[in-house]
T-cell receptor, first 111, second 114 residues
Framework: GQNIDQPTEMTATEGAIVQINCTYQTSGFNGLFWYQQHAGEAPTFLSYNVLDGLEEKGRFSSFLSRSKGYSYLLLKELQMKDSASYLCAVRDQEYGNKLVFGAGTILRVKS | KAGVTQTPRYLIKTRGQQVTLSCSPISGHRSVSWYQQTPGQGLQFLFEYFSETQRNKGNFPGRFSGRQFSNSRSEMNVSTLELGDSALYLC?????????????FGPGTRLTVT
């Protein structure tokens, strides 16, 4: 089966750096996505990792270790608008490549 | 390019009724996936269509069905509605199926079953 774990909530201060972790268990890993979802809005794509290592995109970076079943999303220079839910999602070839989402991490940025 | 559109945006139905939701993908996208989002269960995969064929199906009862048309537009239908079907139904499109294809989500249809 598939299991994706993320912390439920995190709080950080404006201007700081925060790391949101995601661990997963899948039989046929075929890529990991991070999405951002503001309250009442649709999820928007942040990053994609399929090979080990760090992918950087502006203030956002995502890291993957396939051997450890582990990823993290790093947000730098936090802004109030970064307050949102962050969803980790994994593609599993054993399940027809469908995208399985974690429950999401609610990030609250305080001033 | 216009984004993914979903209609209707809000819907109130009575238990036992049936409902049809519509999704128009981004122009040129041939893959459409449907998800149910609830506070308790998060985002749950319903099904994925590519070129009018269902490629994948989630663990939902047979009351949930869908289809995709030749223009890539997709519909999902829920029959014999139950209170637990109240949720946000999200549609996402991508240019390809599986792999690293990024999914673009529509605004969703908020379904309330009373």
């Amino acid at each position: 089966g598939q299991n994706i774990d993320q912390p439920t909530e995190m709080t950080a201060t404006e201007g700081a750096i925060v790391q949101i972790n995601c661990t997963y268990q899948t039989s046929g890993f075929n890529g990991l996505f991070w999405y951002q979802q503001h309250a009442g809005e649709a999820p928007t794509f942040l990053s994609y990792n399929v090979l080990d290592g760090l992918e950087e995109k502006g203030r956002f970076s995502s890291f993957l270790s396939r051997s450890k079943g582990y990823s993290y999303l790093l947000l730098k220079e936090l802004q109030m608008k970064d307050s949102a839910s962050y969803l980790c999602a994994v593609r599993d070839q054993e399940y027809g490549n469908k995208l399985v989402f974690g429950a999401g991490t609610i990030l609250r940025v305080k001033s | 390019k216009a984004g993914v559109t979903q209609t209707p945006r809000y819907l109130i139905k009575t238990r036992g009724q049936q409902v049809t939701l519509s999704c128009s993908p981004i122009s040129g996208h041939r893959s459409v996936s449907w998800y149910q989002q609830t506070p308790g269960q998060g985002l749950q995969f319903l099904f994925e269509y590519f070129s009018e064929t269902q490629r994948n199906k989630g663990n939902f009862p047979g009351r949930f069905s869908g289809r995709q048309f030749s223009n890539s537009r997709s519909e999902m239908n829920v029959s014999t509605l139950e209170l637990g079907d109240s949720a946000l139904y999200l549609c996402a499109s991508s240019s390809g199926a599986g792999g690293g294809y990024e999914q673009y989500f529509g605004p969703g249809t908020r379904l309330t079953v009373t």
